[in-house]
C-alpha cells in the first residue's frame, strides 16, 4: 500500500516559478518510478515528466528547458521545479508512483495516484 501527499500548489504570474512536492509513504514496498502528470480542463490527462531510481529523466517537449523533475530515495520525495510559467501551464498536476513489492521471493508491481494539485498561472 502507498499514499502519495502532493504540495505545492497556487496562484502565479506568468514568468514565475513554483515547486511543488509529492511524499510517497509505503508499506512493504519500493519505489520504482516516480512522475508528474498534469490535466487541464477539458484535456486529457498527460506526462509532465518522471525519473527513475537511477536519475534518469523524461520531459513533455512543452516543458523542457522550463520543468525539473528530482527525487530524494531516502525520503520518497518527488520535486517538480517549475520556472518560466506559462498560463498554458494551468492544470491540475498529479503525483505518481511505480512500486514494486517483494513476496515469498516474488516481485509484484503497483502503481498510485496522488490526490491533485491545483497550479493556475495569471497575471
Known amino acids: 500500500q502507498v499514499q502519495l501527499v502532493e504540495a505545492g500548489g497556487g496562484l502565479v504570474r506568468p514568468g514565475g516559478s513554483l515547486r511543488l512536492s509529492c511524499t510517497a509513504s509505503?508499506?512493504?514496498?519500493?519505489?520504482?518510478?516516480m512522475a508528474w502528470y498534469r490535466q487541464a480542463p477539458g484535456n486529457q490527462r498527460e506526462l509532465v515528466a518522471n525519473?527513475?531510481?537511477?536519475?534518469?529523466?523524461n520531459y513533455a517537449d512543452s516543458v523542457k528547458g522550463r520543468f525539473t523533475i528530482a527525487r530524494d530515495n531516502a525520503k520518497d520525495v518527488v520535486y517538480l521545479q517549475m520556472t518560466d510559467l506559462e498560463p498554458g501551464d494551468t492544470a491540475v498536476y498529479y503525483c505518481?508512483?511505480?512500486?514494486?513489492?517483494?513476496?515469498?521471493?516474488?516481485?509484484?508491481?503497483?502503481?498510485?495516484w496522488g490526490q491533485g494539485t491545483q497550479v493556475t498561472v495569471s497575471s
Open positions: 509505503v508499506r512493504d514496498s519500493s519505489i520504482d518510478i
Open positions: 525519473i527513475a531510481t537511477d536519475g534518469t529523466t
Open positions: 505518481y508512483v511505480e512500486t514494486i513489492t517483494r513476496v515469498s521471493g516474488m516481485r509484484y508491481r503497483g502503481d498510485a
